[in-house]
DNA sequence: GTCTATAAAGGGATAGAC
DNA sequence: GTCTATCCCTTTATAGAC
């Protein structure tokens, strides 16, 4: 690959780290193209170079903050789902230290948007239902399906009320349901 | 009441009504005042007669339609808590018709608001707790907890999600286990 | 490929007539 | 109290220099 080509990439990895962190933060509306290229260490003009608009960026700035999301999960838990929920349903997701889950940070924002960004959202959503059932191939088991709507339930209204104590309340309770039913490390 | 003071309340309560419906459908940002007016039969000049901005609005929509809510689903399940919940974990609460609850509606949108805006949504949810406590003074025990994250997960999280089939799988999965435990009428 | 400059549109808020 | 007209700022997107 050409040297211009390389530093195509890493400008373009660059603006959808930072899109990612931004977007999961503040929400599509709150973010302007000028805000992520600042943060990305560019200015506004060469956007259109690598996406072209902010509806593509948002489609792929979920795609990444899920990536980086489940990577960082995974990395703590070590295969170990117990583990995994303690990390996701943590205190430290809910103030968005470390990683966003985009399925809890942008919950209703979704729905606003068009049917390629409620795909994206769908999908990812899908593969939480598989990862919960544990190789089981019926990822619709009430059990399953339950636990989804914990762990994803738990982080968004944590994030929206305005009581830390409430908020660690749910936190905890939730965690530890979801967790029940599952083997110990 | 003088004829002028009674129009006036009559011109504030249609933008109220007009504001409850168009921000819970389609959240804080996309709804301009001159949406909310126009919905109400008015125009844009006319708005700063009866709130100071917009933002105030907003805390004053969402106590609205948390009422019109709570009203509406008191009155289809006459007291008994069963009903409530199959009125809540609905379909036509999921689509919108007919009433929609801030909690799950605004989820993430409140995250990026002021604290006004947040403690309102706060203390809509304490009272979520009230009613699933069901007369028990501990509004934190583990069971009250977890059915009001099971019953505004749910409605937030299919209505982001592009599949009706998971949406409906989510919905009945929810409102059954929600019910659990519950006496009927 | 990235920059500065600018076009074009939308929306919150205010002024003043009636 | 409600209307029309307007100010002003923000933001998406594009044009053209380097």
Redesign the pocket.
Known sequence: MAW??V??Q??RLKILDSAAVLFMEHGFD?????DV?QHA??????????F????ELYREAILRAAKVSSEGVAKQSNGCVKTMVDTYVDVNHRNGTAFRCPLAFLTTDIHHQDDDVRNVYTQIFKRLLGVLSQGDTNTLAPEVIEKSILMVGSIAISRAINDEELAQAILKTCRDKVKEGFESA
Not at 41 to 47: E, I, P, Q, S, V
């Open positions: 211009s080509e530093h195509k890493t400008s709150h973010i302007g193209i000028n290229m260490g560019l200015t506004r003009g060469a956007f259109y170079n690598h072209s608009s902010k509806a």
